[in-house]
């Protein structure tokens, strides 16, 4: 089954602040992917887990971005102190269906982070 | 570093009028070259994998082909419904989606 749910679908939050978005696949998946989109661009790899495990982290996870996959189902994406270069649109996703193809991924709707 | 590139940047077509977006990449052993849809606000929606050169696949009016340097997305007879930002990804080996930024396509009835 394909389907995620990401929570918030808005956040907006003064520079400095700390904010946490959270991503809950509808069935288990191994595989959990981050992605951070910006306007007129295309996603972003952040980081992925496979299972409880973060595997990679994109040079772009600066030490102000934390993530945990706690059980290996859902997933949290924490940003402490937060500035406006991280306003952008949080993507998580997982393998579509059965496929062992990495590249063929669900995507959720998204958290828009907007920093002022 | 794998890198896609895609063109035009945006591409307003009237409802019939056939036309093709095109993606450019570099990458070091490609393992796949993927078609995504994105609606506003939404999330990206997969569309198609190809793997190698010679490649085609099709879905309703839309048909994806790929060659060694760049992949097509071709688009038939388009309808309004089709409108939309498409985007190219590749990867190689286990490494993550490359995207490109993207062909945002308007079909005007």
């Known amino acids: 089954d394909t389907g995620v749910s990401q929570d918030p679908r808005h956040k907006i939050t003064k520079r400095g602040q700390n904010v946490t978005f959270r991503c809950d696949p509808i069935?288990?998946?191994?595989?959990l992917y981050w992605y951070r989109q910006t306007l007129g661009q295309g996603p972003e790899f952040l980081t992925y887990?496979?299972?409880?495990?973060?595997?990679?982290k994109s040079r772009l996870l600066s030490d102000r971005f934390s993530a945990e996959r706690p059980k290996g189902s859902f997933s949290t994406l924490e940003i402490q102190r937060t500035e406006q270069g991280d306003s952008a649109m949080y993507l998580c996703?997982?393998?579509?269906?059965?496929?062992?193809?990495?590249?063929?991924?669900?995507f959720g709707e998204g958290s828009r982070l907007t920093v002022l | 570093e794998d890198q896609v590139t895609q063109s035009p940047e945006a591409l307003r077509l009237q409802e019939g009028e056939s036309s093709s977006l095109n993606c450019s990449y570099t990458?070091?052993?490609?393992?796949?070259l993927f078609w995504y849809r994105q609606d506003p606000g939404k999330g990206p929606e997969f569309l198609f994998t190809?793997?190698?050169a010679g490649e085609e696949k099709e879905k309703e009016r839309l048909k994806a082909t790929l060659t060694k340097k760049e992949s097509f997305l071709h688009i038939t007879a388009p309808k309004p419904e089709d409108s939309a930002t498409y985007l190219c990804?590749?990867?190689?080996?286990?490494?993550?989606?490359?995207f490109g930024k993207g062909t945002r396509l308007s079909v005007i009835a």
């Open positions: 887990f496979q299972n409880e495990a973060q595997l990679e």
């Open positions: 990804a590749v990867n190689s080996g286990n490494t993550p989606l490359v």
């Open positions: 190809l793997y190698s």
């Open positions: 990458v070091s052993g490609l393992r796949g």
């Open positions: 996703a997982h393998p579509t269906g059965d496929s062992l193809n990495t590249g063929e991924l669900f």
């Open positions: 069935s288990e998946h191994n595989r």
